[in-house]
């Protein structure tokens, strides 16, 4: 028999469960076995597909087409009917013209795409970013078309409001409350601004969307601008981008030149324009206020709030900042409504998340999946695990403001408010998986030295305190920590949370307290017993030649200092005075003859 | 500014206060001074050095009082453990990062980290580390930066922009490594700094400080070949009581006189007697350009700190300035012509010293142009402070002194003259003699009070035997500025206009003593004094019109014959020069 | 004077009519994942290849580029669609295995499996 090789998605949210997808799982997989079908066709799990209410879901590709409300009783006529003689099954066919989750339509790749829900990213790798056809074929500005036509700005601002959809720079504050509040400021002009100074250290989210799906972002702001009263907007991007930049300015370009930015859009009354801004790469230009200082041409640095910019933002006028995935979540919200919008998601979370999925994981990537998703799921189903049979040690979510979580959090959904019960942030999408070969003092320090030296030196305690809180912490490592240690990091760091003028002071102590939270037996080993579990501290290890040494002399001869000696043939001995802990001759040993201890 | 009352509750105590302020000002009237660095009535707030942190219920963080708006209900603590222990190591982060030198420090005793570290009840440091380090900036003529005693509480750079105007300073670098520093970390010397020293008054630390000429003085102090001349300006003695811990606003001019005698000064001469002599100049100036027609507004000159930034700025009203020199430098160079021939003295052994409340006259006593006969007119210039300084460390009982008097001709001043030191003050000493040569009669009513006052640009009309003179009034260099651009959008709207480089007049000048503990830098009320000072000593005054003043018409007499004499405007009478150091836009330059 | 909604499908049609014009129907279209990070991983040279076979005379293929599908550590990944059948992507894509796609799956329908991301 000639069969397609189809692939058979089921929908594993958790309504399709309750309404018996575990089942038909079952079923189909009996009556594949019946046709003799099990090599043909394969089944994959996904996340939520969204089309709750008409669950449970099987998807057949190639073809895309999505079978709802499907029962046990239906699986045979499926299999027989449509994977047999090809011929898809009109009744149990549903037509959904979402925007999002269009990549089912084009991947198989479902081992890593099941758990993951496309709201954001739905166009990134399926379009090219560079062609405005490509984002007009898929409804492209259609929800720009339906706010200016069909919808008071109130009327919009409602919309996003009702949604649920809430800042994805990392706080969570309501975007329609933010809205809401600077459509109500009488002030003009207005502004919109684009965060896209993405700063945590190996997140690429802002990077990644802007560049697979730049119009998103221009539609997504030009709502937010005829909802608000805004006539220009301004994109602040850093100049590291180049691509990124380059396929923005083509964006807009592009739509200017379709009448979707400028004057009188679509015919309407409604004018708009975008400018670009380019960020010269500080941390701290991520912060609101400094970004406003940066675009308005002054040294970035944050300004204490009261007033917030949608009161007093860009040049003194009422502003709306939102960051890129924000953004782009706005024209999924008004085409497909903020009814749908919220099925997706938690009680307080609504929509998906992008995540930049880094560190020890199989599949490394930029991932987005519905809110409540927990991070086990993350790092073991769409990351595949942790690689070469190592054990899962850490999470570290919300990049350098964000905190690391030990296994007993690993069932922790992920919402902006269970990530900070659990002691971390949501943040902005980084996210790194580490495995036991990190030293959880060594984590500490890196994202310390990181935030110290992106400090942009405006207030005391960020400035000054995490100075100190990195010496100390170096000082561990080094091996010269003192008693008490610990618990000046605590005091610092405690003053420095709550005392700081913005958000990079107030969260720069979070990897440190985090750690010493969940592992400070390892900061009490690096202290009062001069030792490093993960091995990675160079000052508290040492080399040992054991009796494997078949005397090659290999190490003898790669050792920059002298420090190994031994005659050949003769198991060798390293002088430990002398020994710089370079690693060289652990790295050419060939008999596993020289251990860290 | 809204005036509902609301109920807040400070550490478990109910109180009334006005809606619509900060934390920090509702606490202000409850009796509570909240300690504080980086905030400063008179700029914007900053928020920076979180010193000022207190807890409120409901809120996670600490909230800075400085910023933090007060609301109906609102219950603050200022006092918990937890507040004062996070407040003591913000103070300890600080004082880490600073150096240990307060003994020889030039602000020991007069500093306002001191205190907060003894307030803060530092007695143990936590967490001593390493030190930022950047070399001292020596080279300006007025202000020395040391970036090592800065604590960024940015009080400088907000002086420096909002109310100076002049955008000099600014931090560069990021976090520990942050500094304050002009563009491109140039130099002072070739920056676009006024040397109006204002940073200097608000540093709350010895991060700025002015030249120090104290040493060089004392040298020549002691050296018998030559012949030792003072000035002092109208301001100094309004203010110099306050570094000897006298109340604001007491006049100590007798007991200047006999404290720089006791110095090693032969001679004690008073400016004002110069700023008599500027009036007849400049009265002159501006009767003549009123008669042929321009160029008008005729502006002020006295200012060395206006005179940097107008050559730096507003190159284009060069004509516009009158050529009058300072009174300082009109004095200096009659010291070394007319006084010294009178006294037959070789003009080369004679020391002429000035005592200023400006650190801008250091930079202008060092300009080339106002040499005279080939020599430098005033040799050693010396702020308020320094001279201060040089009378405690000299030993004298500046308190209990007994009051002397001028010396004689160069000492005799109007009640004119002494009003220069407030902003106005010019303007009103040049209207009393104007209308005079003008109208021929005498004006009756002679103060001024339209171009009186705080008000930063304060206009005026006098009418003259039927004509309107429209005067203008600035004083600190951003209200400069605005004027200035009112000039620029208008060239006839005024006729004659002063302007000062600081807030309140010389007043408030750069060399000023240092705010005592428990006032603040140029508080409005101090400098409300020290004018006050001013007008009643030109109250006290028989003579209170400069062409009155019979010294300054024997001069004319025996030397210069009249105002604008060629005499005159070889000794009296200069000329500025565009000045485009970097960081300035030449006006030539062509954007493309 | 049509609504924005109205002038809006009308672009989108026009889009459409536009793509296909440029050989969309085409039976098998190609997609070289071109974001900062597959150019980084070399997509650049992907691309060339695939640009010089379609000079060079490649016929029924549309080529297009696309962004980043989060497939960090396979990058870069190339894409081949085909009417009627499942999408295939291959990872870890160089100008070798480039040059393999097009003589093997595009002139020879044969999927090579290794390389699939499945």
């Given at each position: 028999m000639n069969v397609t090789p189809y692939r058979i998605i089921l929908c594993d949210g958790t309504a399709c469960i309750n309404s018996g997808a575990r089942a038909l799982a079952t079923a189909l997989r009996e009556q594949l076995e019946r046709h003799g079908l099990t090599e043909q066709v394969t089944i994959g799990l996904s996340g939520c597909l969204g089309m709750c209410d008409k669950g449970p879901i099987l998807v057949v590709n190639p073809g895309y087409t999505i079978y709802g409300r499907v029962t046990e009783k239906d699986i045979p006529e499926i299999v027989q009917e449509h994977l047999v003689k090809g011929q898809p099954i009109a009744r149990l066919a549903i037509q959904e013209d979402h925007l999002y989750n269009r990549f089912f339509r084009v991947f198989g790749d479902a081992k890593f795409f099941g758990k993951q829900m496309r709201i954001t990213l739905r166009n990134c790798g399926i379009i090219d970013p560079e062609n405005i056809d490509d984002y007009l074929s898929l409804r492209g500005y259609e929800a720009l078309a339906k706010a200016v036509g069909e919808m008071t700005p109130e009327q919009v601002v409602a919309e996003v409001e009702k949604s649920g959809l809430r800042g994805r720079g990392g706080a969570g504050f309501p975007t329609g409350r933010k809205w809401k509040l600077t459509a109500a400021e009488k002030a003009t002009p207005k502004y919109v601004i684009c965060n896209a100074d993405e700063g945590d250290p190996g997140a690429f989210m802002d990077r990644s969307a802007i560049e697979g799906d730049p119009h998103t972002v221009v539609e997504g702001m030009a709502i937010g601008a005829y909802a608000i009263g805004a006539s220009q907007g301004f994109i602040y991007i850093r100049a590291e981008y180049p691509l990124a930049i380059r396929r923005i300015r083509r964006a807009i370009d592009d739509a200017r030149a379709h009448g979707l930015l400028g004057q009188n859009i679509l015919g309407s009354n409604f004018s708009f324009d975008i400018e670009i801004r380019l960020g010269a790469g500080a941390f701290v230009c991520g912060e609101e206020t400094a970004l406003i200082h940066s675009v308005e041409g002054a040294r970035g640095m944050p300004r204490p709030r009261p007033p917030y910019p949608a009161v007093a933002g860009l040049y003194g006028q009422p502003t709306v900042i939102n960051n890129v995935e924000t953004w782009a979540n706005i024209p999924v919200i008004i085409l497909d409504g903020a009814n749908w919008f919220r099925t997706v998601g938690t009680e307080t979370s609504k929509g998906t998340k992008v995540f930049a999925l880094a560190g020890k994981v199989v599949n490394t990537g930029l991932i987005e999946v519905p809110m409540g998703t927990t991070l086990r799921e993350i790092i073991y189903d769409v990351g595949g695990g942790i690689p070469s049979g190592k054990c899962f040690k850490s999470v570290q979510t919300g990049g350098p403001s964000g905190g690391c979580l030990p296994e007993q959090y690993l069932d922790t959904p992920i919402d902006y408010e269970s990530l900070v019960k659990a002691g971390s942030i949501m943040g902005s999408g980084g996210m790194i998986v580490i495995d036991e070969d990190s030293c959880m003092v060594d984590v500490a320090r890196f994202f310390l030295e990181f935030t110290q030296d992106e400090s942009c030196g405006k207030c005391t305690p960020c400035r000054e305190g995490t100075k100190r809180m990195l010496e100390i912490l170096t000082r561990i490592t080094d091996g010269k920590g003192q008693p008490g240690d610990i618990e000046k990091l605590e005091r610092l760091g405690g003053m420095i949370r709550k005392s700081s003028l913005c958000g990079l002071g107030?969260?720069?102590?979070?990897?440190?307290?985090?750690?010493?939270?969940n592992f400070r037996p390892e900061y009490e080993e690096h202290i009062h017993e001069k030792k490093c579990r993960a091995k990675v501290c160079k000052s508290l290890l040492h080399y040992e030649i054991i009796e494997k040494c078949v005397g090659c002399g290999a190490c003898r001869r790669v050792c920059p200092v002298g420090a190994i000696?031994?005659?050949?043939?003769?198991?060798?001995?390293?002088?430990?005075?002398?020994?710089?802990?370079?690693g060289l001759c652990f790295n050419t040993c060939k008999f596993e003859a020289i251990a860290k201890a | 500014m809204d005036t509902k009352k609301i109920t807040i509750t400070i550490n478990d105590k109910q109180y009334k206060v006005d809606a619509g302020q900060t934390i920090m000002q509702a606490a202000d009237t409850c009796g509570y001074r909240i300690p504080r660095l980086?905030?400063?009535?008179?700029?914007?707030?900053?928020g920076a050095c979180r010193v000022c942190i207190v807890q409120v219920e409901g809120m996670k963080s600490f909230v800075a009082s400085c910023c933090y708006p007060v609301a109906d209900g609102m219950k603050i603590y200022t006092n918990t453990k937890e507040i004062r222990q996070a407040r003591r190591d913000i103070v300890e982060l600080l004082v880490d990062n600073h150096p240990e030198d307060c003994h020889t420090c030039e602000r020991d005793g007069n500093c306002e980290l001191q205190r907060l570290v003894y307030s803060m009840g530092i007695r143990h440091r936590h967490f001593t580390g390493a030190r930022k380090h950047y070399e001292k900036d020596l080279s300006g003529a007025s202000v020395i930066r040391d970036p090592d005693k800065c604590i960024l509480c940015g009080r400088c750079v907000r002086m420096c922009s909002e109310i100076q105007g002049v955008h000099c300073l600014g931090q560069a670098y990021r976090g520990f490594n942050t500094v304050v520093m002009p563009a491109y970390n140039m130099p002072f010397a070739e920056s676009v700094c006024s040397c109006c020293g204002q940073c200097i008054n608000v540093c709350p630390t010895a991060a700025f400080v002015e030249k120090n000429h104290t040493q060089e003085l004392f040298e020549k102090l002691n050296d018998?070949?030559?012949?030792?001349?003072?000035?002092?300006?109208?301001?100094?003695?309004?203010?110099?009581?306050?570094?000897?811990?006298?109340?604001?606003?007491?006049?100590?001019?007798?007991?200047?006189?006999?404290?720089?005698?006791?110095?090693?000064?032969d001679y004690v001469f008073d400016t004002q007697f110069s700023a008599d002599l500027t009036i007849m100049e400049e009265g002159s100036e501006l009767l003549e350009r009123l008669q042929s027609g321009g160029p008008l507004p005729?502006?002020?000159?006295?200012?060395?700190?206006?005179?940097?930034?107008?050559?730096?700025?507003?190159?284009?009203?060069?004509?516009?300035?009158s050529t009058c020199k300072s009174p300082m430098s009109m004095a200096s160079a009659l010291f070394k012509t007319y006084w010294a021939e009178k006294m037959k003295l070789d003009p080369k052994k004679l020391l002429s010293v000035a005592v200023m409340c400006c650190t801008a006259k250091k930079y202008e006593a060092a300009r080339p142009e106002l040499e005279v006969?080939?020599?430098?007119?005033?040799?050693?210039?010396?702020?308020?402070?320094e001279a201060a300084w040089m009378i405690k460390s000299a030993g004298i009982d500046f308190v209990n002194i007994r009051p002397e008097k001028f010396d004689t001709p160069l000492g005799l001043s109007s009640g004119a003259g002494t009003i220069f030191g407030v902003t106005g003050g010019v303007m009103e000493a040049a209207i009393r003699t104007a209308y005079e040569l003008y109208t021929g009669e005498t004006l009756i009513d002679i103060e001024v009070n339209d171009i009186r006052g705080l008000k930063g640009v304060k206009e005026g009309r006098v009418v003259m035997d039927g004509q309107e003179l429209r005067v203008a009034v600035a004083h600190g260099l951003g209200n400069a500025h605005q004027l200035m651009e009112m000039v620029r959008a208008d060239r006839n709207r005024f006729q004659f206009i002063e302007i000062m480089g600081c807030p309140g007049g010389c007043i408030g000048g750069g060399g000023q003593p240092y705010a005592t503990a428990n006032s603040i830098p140029l508080?409005?009320?101090?400098?409300?004094?020290?004018?006050?000072?001013?007008?009643?000593?030109?109250?006290?005054?028989?003579?209170?019109?400069?062409?009155?003043?019979?010294?300054?018409?024997?001069?004319?007499r025996e030397f210069l014959g009249r105002p604008l004499s060629e005499k005159s405007h070889e000794l009296l009478h200069t000329h500025y020069h565009a000045k485009t150091p970097r960081g300035i836009v030449s006006p030539n330059l062509k954007v493309v | 004077m049509p609504t924005p909604l109205e002038l809006i499908r009308k672009k989108r049609a026009e889009a459409v009519g536009r793509i296909i014009g440029k050989g969309y129907l085409s039976t098998k279209r190609v997609y070289v994942g071109m974001a900062t990070c597959e150019i980084a991983a070399g997509s650049k040279d992907v691309m060339d290849v695939f640009q010089k076979a379609v000079s060079r005379g490649l016929t029924d293929v549309y080529l297009s580029q696309k962004g980043c599908a989060g497939r960090c550590n396979l990058e870069p990944t190339v894409e081949v669609i085909e009417a009627g059948k499942s999408p295939v992507k291959y990872g870890r894509v160089d100008r070798e295995r480039a040059q393999q796609i097009i003589d093997r799956h595009l002139k020879n329908g044969e999927i090579i499996q290794e390389w699939v991301i499945d």
């Open positions: 107030q969260s720069a102590p979070n990897p440190v307290l985090s750690t010493i939270k000696t031994g005659a050949a043939k003769s198991r060798h001995t390293i002088d430990q005075d002398k020994c710089v802990r370079c | 980086c905030y400063h009535p008179k700029l914007s707030v900053e018998r070949s030559v012949v030792k001349v003072a000035q002092f300006a109208p301001s100094v003695r309004a203010a110099i009581g306050e570094a000897f811990g006298l109340p604001v606003g007491r006049n100590m001019e007798g007991q200047l006189v006999a404290a720089l005698r006791r110095l090693g000064f005729l502006i002020t000159s006295c200012s060395s700190a206006w005179m940097k930034y107008m050559e730096q700025f507003y190159p284009e009203f060069i004509e516009n300035i006969q080939g020599l430098r007119a005033t040799d050693i210039v010396v702020t308020t402070r508080d409005e009320e101090c400098l409300k004094c020290r004018a006050q000072a001013l007008y009643d000593l030109d109250r006290s005054k028989t003579i209170r019109r400069s062409h009155d003043n019979p010294d300054v018409q024997r001069l004319y | -």
